[in-house]
């Protein structure tokens, strides 16, 4: 069965880094699959936080813009996402999601494959 597995999340001080991971495990050529990383944090909604495509196409959400930075190695087969300059506003559950349909939509329900999410919590 296909699952999409996070790790790397903690507790971290304001402006202090963290690197997330996701690992797929039964999904067949892992390059096909445009990967994304959401977050949600309590009471809100799911959001995206930064996409990557097939081809190594990179989108961010404007409030991590030059902070995170996402990539993937097909090699290892595992997605990253790089987080700098950590604020207390980027608490939330990290979700890895991937879809074979390309990254034409950052709407949650574009996504068919979700992890089961790892938690990043930024004090002050």
């Known amino acids: 069965q296909a699952q999409l597995v996070e790790s790397g999340g903690g507790s971290v001080q304001a402006g202090g880094s963290l690197r997330l991971s996701c690992v797929p495990s039964?999904?067949?050529?892992?390059?096909?699959?445009?990967m994304a990383w959401f977050r949600q944090a309590s009471g809100k909604e799911r959001e995206v936080v930064a996409s990557i495509d097939r081809d190594g196409t990179t989108k961010y959400a404007d409030s991590v813009k030059g902070r995170f930075t996402i990539s993937r190695d097909n090699n290892k087969i595992t997605l990253y996402l790089r987080m700098d300059s950590l604020e207390p506003e980027d608490s939330a559950m990290y979700y890895c999601?991937?879809?074979?349909?390309?990254?034409?939509?950052?709407?949650?329900?574009?996504?068919?494959?979700w992890g089961q999410g790892t938690q990043v919590i930024v004090s002050s």
């Open positions: 039964g999904y067949s050529y892992f390059r096909d699959y445009c």
């Open positions: 999601a991937a879809t074979r349909s390309g990254c034409y939509s950052m709407s949650s329900s574009w996504f068919e494959h």
